[in-house]
């Protein structure tokens, strides 16, 4: 009962960090207009709506890895022995537990690097912190982990909820990977109009 309800937060947690990576892809687009970047990003910078916002964003992480932490514990204690695997691609469970400590190690740096931004040039300061390639590098692995745990996770949830992934899996991925690009597209073109 604990764990359907811890289950049931876990879940909600991850609706509002993908409702939240969505809204971000869409408005760093903004990018490509400095003018409406810096707009947007001035608004986003007043006090009402950043520490609300991201306070949401630390809160629903927590509760989200705390959900995953209980629900594995219980898994181990109820099920010693592993279901068989079929699905040979699936990657081993210190792998899994590894990129998530990766993506949580990008989304903590992440966090850092824009709190020290000038609030009036989020434009000026993106292009900086892309002005070296082992950033973009950084960036753009943080982004292939995230995208690989929605690719993982989303397949899982989907089949719990009884939809066949043969028709839903390629719209799953396409989506995932329009995401990822419209994300990595901001750091490229920093890197790439240096000077
Ligand atoms: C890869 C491309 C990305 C770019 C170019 C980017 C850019 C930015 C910028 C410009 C800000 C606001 C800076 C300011 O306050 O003025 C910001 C804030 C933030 N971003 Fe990203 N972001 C990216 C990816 C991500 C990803 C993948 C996440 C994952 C969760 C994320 C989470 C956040 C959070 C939580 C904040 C708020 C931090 C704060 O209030 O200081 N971002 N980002």
Redesign the pocket.
Known sequence: MLLQHRKRLMALAGLV?AG??IV?MFS?LL?FNAERFNSF?QL??LPFI?WP??LL?LAALALHVWGAIAIRRHNAKVRPVAYHKRDYLQPPKALVTLSIILIGLF?LL??VQ??Q?D?QD?YG??LALFASAGMLLI?LA??LL?GMHLQHSLNNVLQTLGVTSKTCYPLLVTLIALLMLG??A??VAAYLGQG
């Open positions: 960090l939240y990576l971000h760093n990018y990003y986003y910078n950043r916002l991201l964003v989304i992440h966090i824009t709190l931004f609030p989020a300061e993106t960036y943080g982004l995230i994300f990595a901001v750091p």
